[in-house]
């Protein structure tokens, strides 16, 4: 049942039904030089949720990458063209996005190869939990952005892909104010905030922005659940703090004191 499961994820998420009408089974045009894979989601413990895998392959020119994507359950996909693209340093990168559902607990591996090449990724794995039934009114916002440049962190070096969502303020964020406020007919502060520091973690991240984005996302989820939905934007907290670390993947952790709005 699990193997249908991943096969129908695939399915959905378009991996096995790219149109191969112009490279039927032909090997791919450009010469890759490298190839990284990675997964971002939603952060939450709720399902359905969406995982996003992309795959980069950075190439010596302009050209075709047929990309074939394996997981450990022994699914293969057949040959998906993407076409190279020059960033803005001159570099040429063909980026692959596909969308996962997640519907029930994952825990598999995946890993890229390039029909015609010799390069493949490294086994990524996927191990998403389902805690719960995500409300229908809450949903997971996709961001359409193409990837095309290489960037390195400035913590700790380790290259990470450029772009992917708009990245969430690192514990510098501009706090409502507290005890400060314009009081209210009753005399009392704008905002108030628990004395109860809470902690989110996202392992597994492809990108910095994205890991902090999605343990962002999990600190709201852990907040509502305690306090209720009040405490839960992560903009009225207090004494946030950020930590990523670079582990193969980021792992990122995000705390602060809830505040209610």
Not at 144 to 165: A, Y
Request: proline fraction near 6%; glycine fraction near 12%; include cysteine.
């Amino acid at each position: 049942m699990y193997s249908k499961l991943i096969r129908r994820s695939m399915m959905k998420s378009g991996i096995a039904a790219v149109s191969l009408a112009a490279l039927a089974g032909g090997a791919s045009a450009a010469n890759v030089t490298s190839l990284q894979m990675g997964f971002t989601d939603s952060g939450s413990h709720l399902c359905p949720r969406i995982a996003t895998m992309k795959v980069w392959a950075h190439v010596d020119g302009p050209g075709v990458v047929n990309f074939v994507i394996r997981n450990s359950n022994g699914i293969k996909t057949g040959a998906l063209p993407v076409n190279a693209v020059k960033g803005p340093a001159g570099n040429w990168m063909a980026t692959l996005t596909r969308e996962i559902k997640i519907t029930t607990s994952v825990d598999t591996r995946y890993m890229a190869e390039v029909k015609g090449s010799s390069k493949v990724s490294n086994w990524v794995p996927l191990k998403e939990a389902c805690l719960g039934k995500a409300p229908q009114t809450t949903g997971y916002k996709k961001v359409g952005r193409h990837i095309s440049e290489l960037n390195k962190d400035k913590d700790d070096g380790k290259p990470i892909p450029q772009g992917g969502g708009k990245p969430l303020p690192q514990g510098g964020g501009k706090p409502l104010p507290s005890g400060h406020g314009k009081p209210s007919g009753g005399g009392k502060p704008v905002s108030q905030c628990s004395n109860q520091r809470i902690t989110a973690d996202r392992h597994l991240a492809a990108t910095r922005a994205g890991g902090i984005t999605t343990a962002w996302l999990a600190w709201e989820a852990s907040v509502r659940k305690l306090m209720g939905k009040k405490y839960s934007n992560y903009h009225n907290s207090k004494d946030r703090k950020v930590d990523c670390k670079w582990q193969g993947m980021f792992k990122c952790s995000v705390s602060a004191r809830p505040c209610a709005a």
